[in-house]
């Protein structure tokens, strides 16, 4: 019997076709999951370690510095919200603390403006005014 082995998006992680049919879920799951942080640590380090050389380690917002173990506080946004669009110049990112950077995606998604391929779903949060104007009386 030859065994088949194909490597799939990352290089390091093999896929063994004929393995995977005969794996449980948990471990399709496990190899999955490790393609995907490993995948997410690779793009996170190229662009960002790229920003943290450009840029000074100042919040681009608010103005606040990060330096040592407060560095991770620092984020790289991307300003046209395209995650692929890295330039090598920075032109598409700017470094803003966690708490500016959330805000900024709060900002766009109150404008109903997100990510192409995110999809909004609806608040599951108590309203307490939902169907306030059923209980007062009208004038």
């Not at 300003?79 to 669009?85: E, G, I, P, R, T």
């Not at 330039?87 to 709060?106: F, R």
Request: with cysteine.
């Amino acid at each position: 019997m030859t065994v088949v082995v194909m490597f799939l998006q990352l290089p390091l992680i093999p896929v063994n076709i004929i393995a995977m049919n005969k794996i449980s879920d948990t471990e399709k799951k496990s190899v999955m999951l490790a393609r995907l942080q490993r995948d997410h640590e690779i793009r996170q380090t190229s662009y960002r370690a790229r920003a943290l050389k450009l840029f000074p380690h100042v919040c681009g917002r608010c103005g606040r510095e990060l330096t040592g173990k407060r560095l991770s506080e620092l984020t790289v946004h991307h300003k046209d919200h395209n995650h692929n669009n890295n330039p090598n110049d920075g032109s598409n990112w700017e470094l803003l603390c966690i708490y500016c950077h959330d805000d900024e995606h709060d900002k766009m998604l109150m404008k109903g403006v997100a990510e192409p391929d995110a999809k909004l779903k609806p608040s599951t949060l108590f309203n307490p005014f939902d169907k306030l104007d059923n209980i007062l009386p009208r004038q």
